[in-house]
């Protein structure tokens, strides 16, 4: 069983937690494996659940409850590698210590888009060329333009995909008998 928690920790975690992003509330490091934070939130889960202090005034169990939930908050951001990524982005814009759930899940979204349709305008062009020439029925100016995008984005796994695919339907169709 854990040893009570001073109330004087409690108090003064309530009063700093606005300003601790998630790796500092549970108290790991931001490179810090998945298992580390299940280990930490429920070490922390442990210490601050109400239930555990329910023996400390009624204030207290209160403070308790928000660094609870404050907890809960953090691990369910830092277990999901989507979730953790987007909170690490915002985390190093500067912008919030904290993430909603659907912040993150906007977040994840977006960048699968822009992984899909291209980063860069020159990108985002030849994508665009390529789906016009894939409605008109030419798959090799398809092929050729994704080519293109991909020199303005070697790394887009997107783009390759869509190449790939598309040479395996370019030889499928060529195999067909007449």
């Known amino acids: 069983m854990n040893a009570a928690i001073d109330p004087l920790e409690i108090s003064a975690l309530v009063r700093i937690m606005d300003e601790l992003d998630y790796y500092q ?10 298992t580390d934070i299940r280990k ?11 239930d555990a202090n329910r023996t400390l005034n009624e204030d207290l169990r209160g403070h308790c409850g928000n660094i609870s939930k404050r907890i809960t908050e953090a691990y369910c951001v830092l277990r999901d590698s989507r979730r953790r990524s987007a909170y690490d982005s915002k ?28 980063a860069t305008p ?45 040479r395996e339907r370019r030889k499928a169709s060529s195999e067909r008998p007449s």
Do not use: C
Not at 25 to 34: C, G, I, M, Q
Not at 40 to 50: D, E, I, L, T
């Open 25 to 34: 509330l549970l108290n790991v490091d931001p490179k810090a494996s998945t």
């Open 40 to 50: 930490a939130y429920h070490a922390s889960s442990r210490s601050f659940h109400p």
């Open 91 to 118: 985390r190093a814009e500067g912008d919030s210590l904290r993430i909603k759930l659907a912040d993150a899940k906007t977040s994840h979204t977006k960048q699968r888009k822009a992984q899909a349709r291209g």
């Open 122 to 166: 020159q990108g985002r062009q030849f994508h665009a060329k390529a789906e016009s020439d894939l409605k008109a029925g030419n798959l090799a100016g398809a092929i050729q333009n994704l080519q293109m995008a991909l020199t303005f984005e070697a790394g887009n796994v997107g783009f390759k995909a869509l190449v790939a695919e598309l």
